[in-house]
């Protein structure tokens, strides 16, 4: 009996200590879990505070932008846009308008200054065409099979004539450029010779020249011509 009861007391006590054992492990893991679940909190603590820390960081930025843009209202702006537009376009205007006027004066002498070359070469060109057709018109009555021959010799005296003219006339004002003219035409009607020189005005001794030339080459008399500029 005292044999068993000392197995009882060593099995009991063997399974206290299974218990105790049991109930350390327990009591550990449950220590564990804890820590971890705390050391978990903790990290997501950190975690919160380090976003919390980036949004707090971006918030003023943020804020003072919209206190910029809310500072600037519409009135403000619309001031400064009107205070800073204004001077710019009335001087613009005044820009425009003191550009122009040299643009216009310049146009102007342009128009006046080719007006003038285009009067000497259509002038020039229109005696030339006159020339041309009294030759023609003379050549014409000397194809003719019907006229006399006196008829014949008129016709060929009068081309020869015109184109003595017409060559004299070539030769006095090739003679008067080298004087110094830029430009002028001769036109002969009859005895009457008329002389338009491009100058803005002449001088005394230059229509002495020009009065010497035209009387030289085309056989006019000093009464019978006369010089104009243009």
């Known amino acids: 009996m005292k044999f068993m009861k000392g197995n ?14 049991g109930y350390l492990n327990f009591t550990n893991e449950a220590n564990n879990n804890q820590m971890l679940e705390t050391g978990a909190l903790t990290d997501a603590i950190d975690m ?13 930025a943020n804020d003072s932008n ?30 425009k308008k003191e550009e122009a006027k040299p643009e216009e004066n310049k146009t102007t002498e342009t128009v006046a200054t080719t007006t003038k070359d285009e009067y000497f070469t259509k002038s020039r060109l229109e ?11 003379y050549q014409k009555i000397l194809d003719k099979t019907t006229i006399s021959e006196s008829q ?10 015109v184109n003595e003219q017409k060559n004299a006339i ?22 009457s010779v008329n002389v338009i020189i491009k100058a803005k005005e002449l001088k005394t001794e230059q229509i002495a020249q020009v009065q010497n030339i ?17």
């Open 8 to 21: 009882q007391v060593v099995v009991a006590v063997i399974g206290l200590m299974f218990i105790v054992a």
């Open 48 to 60: 919160a505070e380090i976003g919390d820390a980036q949004l707090v960081s971006s918030k003023p």
């Open 66 to 95: 919209l206190s910029e843009e809310s500072s600037t209202t519409p009135e403000s702006k619309q001031k400064e846009t009107t205070a800073t537009n204004v001077p710019e376009k009335s001087k613009s205007v005044e820009d």
């Open 127 to 137: 005696r030339d065409t006159m020339y041309s057709q009294m030759i023609e018109s």
């Open 152 to 161: 014949k010799q008129t016709a060929q005296k009068e081309i020869t004539k």
């Open 170 to 191: 070539m030769i006095t004002e090739n003679l008067i450029k080298t004087k110094g003219f830029e430009d002028l035409v001769i036109f002969i009607n009859d005895k």
């Open 214 to 230: 035209v009387t030289r080459e085309l056989k006019a008399e000093i009464n019978n011509i006369h010089i104009t500029n243009k």
